[in-house]
């Protein structure tokens, strides 16, 4: 049973924008007090953590994504988001959502993912 859905990838031009969104299918309890993390893997690459989101909302980003993009979470919805701004082409990658990795609730089971292209 999937967790984490992801949604709202696309292929854009360099310079473009997408919003990711990702819903949590289980407890309210446990979305609402934990980080939360954006991943991503590109062709050919190991899946990078690309930004972590606590449970109150403190962001942190990998340098690569850093001013470009925001993580924003809705404990209303049980939704996380990814607003990417400035696409670049290396930003080409599936992105997936999970727990962070030092973190007990951490499964290395992902789901679908959703499918950001970048590309002219």
């Known amino acids: 049973q999937a967790q984490f859905v992801e949604s709202g990838g696309g292929a854009v031009y360099p310079g473009g924008s997408l919003r990711l969104s990702c819903v949590f299918s289980?407890?309210?309890?446990?979305?609402?007090?934990?980080?939360i993390s954006w991943y991503r893997q590109g062709p050919g690459m190991q899946r990078e953590l690309v930004a972590s989101?606590?449970?109150?909302?403190?962001?942190n980003y990998a340098p690569s994504v850093r001013g470009r993009f925001t993580i924003s979470r809705d404990n209303e919805k049980n939704t996380l988001y990814l607003q990417m701004n400035s696409l670049k082409l290396e930003d080409t990658a599936i992105y997936y959502c999970n727990f962070p990795r030092g973190i007990s609730l951490f499964k290395d089971t992902w789901g679908q993912g959703a499918q950001v292209t970048v590309g002219s």
């Open positions: 289980s407890s309210d309890r446990i979305f609402r007090q934990n980080p």
């Open positions: 989101i606590s449970s109150y909302e403190i962001a």
